[in-house]
T-cell receptor, first 115, second 117 residues
Framework: AQSVAQPEDQVNVAEGNPLTVKCTYS??????LFWYVQYPNRGLQFLLK??????LVKGSYGFEAEFNKSQTSFHLKKPSALVSDSALYFC?????????????FGSGTRLLVRP | GAVVSQHPSWVICKSGTSVKIECRSL??????MFWYRQFPKQSLMLMAT?????????EQGVEKDKFLINHASLTLSTLTVTSAHPEDSSFYIC?????????????FGPGTRLTVL
């Protein structure tokens, strides 16, 4: 069965510093990995995805993620955090190659960027 | 493009009543829509997958007679919470797949907050 784990409930970082939000995955077959962000009382916004190709994936709002097959990780990163990045971040794995397959979400990591 | 709307954005109802939540893909046709629920400070839990014109596939532990899903067209799916109780209070989020190959991902609605008194 596919699954993702987000080991940190919360990540605190100062504005301007780099941030990392961790995600590890467990899949049978090819991994289809996603990052989403959720602001309070809102739905999820897509940040980026890894399907195939380059291990470093660049996404929205300056975020990027590195796919590491040997460590089965897909950590989300940003070189310089903004206060407005404070939100709830979800890593997800998709159960198949296209968008008709379901997503399995991690437990979420709350990012708090202090001024 | 690829916008998904939900209506209503919030609803308060009395215990024992039924509530219908709509999920629409505004500018694309979605062959598959997904319904999730999210409890405070928790992750999204998939409730069911619905395909246009066929019965929904429910996840284990989700009562299909309580959470009725109808996917009548390629742009509309509805979730009806029947005989709602306070424990059904939650944030319900839908998503729709975009079959356009350049996207190949799900797009999420803004969510509906249900409070059952």
């Amino acid at each position: 069965a596919q699954s993702v784990a987000q080991p940190e409930d919360q990540v605190n970082v100062a504005e301007g510093n780099p941030l990392t939000v961790k995600c590890t995955y467990s899949v049978s077959g090819n991994p289809y990995l996603f990052w989403y962000v959720q602001y309070p009382n809102r739905g999820l916004q897509f940040l980026l995805k890894y399907i195939t190709g380059d291990n470093l994936v660049k996404g929205s709002y300056g975020f990027e993620a590195e796919f590491n097959k040997s460590q089965t990780s897909f950590h989300l990163k940003k070189p310089s955090a903004l206060v407005s990045d404070s939100a709830l971040y979800f890593c997800a794995v998709r159960d198949g190659p296209d968008s008709s397959y379901k997503l399995i979400f991690g437990s979420g990591t709350r990012l708090l960027v202090r001024p | 493009g690829a916008v998904v709307s939900q209506h209503p954005s919030w609803v308060i109802c009395k215990s024992g009543t039924s509530v219908k939540i709509e999920c629409r893909s505004l500018d694309f046709q979605a062959t598959t829509m997904f319904w999730y629920r999210q409890f405070p400070k928790q992750s999204l839990m998939l409730m069911a997958t619905s395909n246009e014109g066929s019965k929904a596939t429910y996840e284990q532990g989700v009562e299909k007679d309580k959470f009725l899903i109808n996917h009548a067209s390629l742009t509309l799916s509805t979730l009806t919470v029947t005989s709602a109780h306070p424990e059904d209070s939650s944030f319900y989020i839908c998503s729709a797949n975009s079959p356009t190959s350049s996207y190949n991902e799900q797009f999420f609605g803004p969510g509906t907050r249900l409070t059952v008194l």
